[in-house]
């Protein structure tokens, strides 16, 4: 047995059962504190190190595993290549920072072909240019079973301006970037569909899924303004993700679900199956646009500076005071408490 915090945990115990967030709290804390050269440390999008007295750092990582976070079946790998660098170019983009350069881990059994190798690196590269990120090393390694990609990325950001998830503060608004909730109705359909040919409106929610887009640009913009006082990019699901931001900056959180940005293509594919485009819009992983919160004397520049960058950007809730927690409030003002989760790793394998 050994302290896990206040509980007491059995050295036995498994990772289904602990969950991915029990064991990355595991994880943290055999990590020293923040120091001068590192500012922010694990339990956010990414990390912040102090490079000079003009410029911080942020590093990100995140890896796809084959048959768990994609599946050849429904995927190109052309796509996933796209995918695994876009993932981390949108955990710096949730920092407000802006990516500079990337490192690739590959992981394949020996039997697969060169050319898959070759469209996984096609993918991430279309992206890598339309960014101007430089691929600059990795690792390769064999394989006993299916491909793992582990990508890293490097960003830069004005010292001090990287936007955590710890800086919400009661009054503050929640605004989301894009659509929420398409990523999710594009891997249903592409698990029910296989290889039958999807209609226009589900070939538009499949794209999104595959083809989620960074939102560096304006992410920059917050961090540089200072407009953002807590951001976080939106990878688990809105109910999981707000939950992050609320428990880092010690706060909870009133949403308007009637406010929910949907796309007309969920709209109409909800409808078909006559569920609720809210419910995707609340669980729906993988959407990788930006959650962030704004002063409320602030909301005006950042609606206009939006307007102007032809980016939606929505308000859908209020952040309120910790012990409330986080409540979804509709049209007859009655509130509800939210308790859907989203994706964690371990817990849904
Ligand atoms: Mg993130």
């Known amino acids: 047995m050994s302290r896990d915090g206040d509980r007491v945990v059995s050295r036995s115990i498994t990772l289904n059962q602990l969950g991915e967030f029990g064991l990355l709290q595991r994880l943290f804390r ?8 590192v500012l922010i440390g694990p339990g956010d999008d990414a990390a912040v190190l102090r490079a000079s007295a003009d410029r911080d750092w942020i590093v990100t990582t995140d890896m796809l595993v084959e048959a768990v976070d994609f599946n050849r079946a429904y995927s190109s790998f052309r796509q996933i290549g796209y995918k695994a660098l876009a993932v981390n170019l949108s955990d710096i983009a949730a920092m407000g920072g802006r990516p500079v350069a990337f490192l690739v881990g590959l992981a394949a059994p020996g039997r697969t072909p060169v050319r898959t190798v070759d469209e996984i690196y096609r993918g991430m590269l279309t992206l890598a240019r339309r960014y101007g990120v430089a691929l600059i090393g ?3 390694s064999a394989a006993r079973q299916g491909i793992m990609i582990s ?8 010292p001090g301006t990287a936007v955590t998830r710890s800086g919400a503060k009661f009054g503050d608004r929640i605004y989301v970037t894009g659509t929420l909730g398409d ?5 249903e359909i592409l698990k029910q569909k296989r290889r039958l040919k999807p209609s226009a ?3 538009t929610l499949i794209r999104r899924h595959f083809f989620p887009t960074p939102r560096v640009e304006f992410g920059r913009l917050l961090s540089r303004r200072g407009w953002a006082t807590a951001m ?3 990878s688990d699901g809105l109910a999981s993700d707000l939950r992050h931001l609320c428990e880092a900056s010690r706060v909870g959180a009133r949403l308007e679900w009637n406010r929910f940005p949907v796309s007309a293509a969920l709209a109409a594919y909800a409808r078909r199956l006559n569920r609720s485009a809210t419910d995707y819009a609340l ?6 646009e930006l959650l962030f919160t704004v002063n409320r004397a602030r909301v005006a520049a950042v609606e206009a500076a939006a307007k102007r960058m032809a980016l939606a950007v929505t308000p859908i809730g209020t952040i309120v005071s910790k012990g409330l927690g986080i409540t979804l409030i509709g049209k007859e003002s009655r509130e509800i408490p939210l308790t859907v989760r989203g994706y964690e790793h371990f817990k849904h394998s």
Do not use: H
């Open 138 to 140: 990795g690792d390769v």
């Open 201 to 203: 409106m589900e070939s």
């Open 183 to 187: 990523s999710r109705a594009g891997l």
């Open 283 to 288: 669980r729906g992983g993988e959407d990788f």
């Open 30 to 37: 055999r990590i020293p504190s923040p120091s001068r050269t």
């Open 151 to 158: 990508v890293m990325v490097l960003g830069l950001v004005e």
């Open 232 to 234: 976080i990019d939106l």
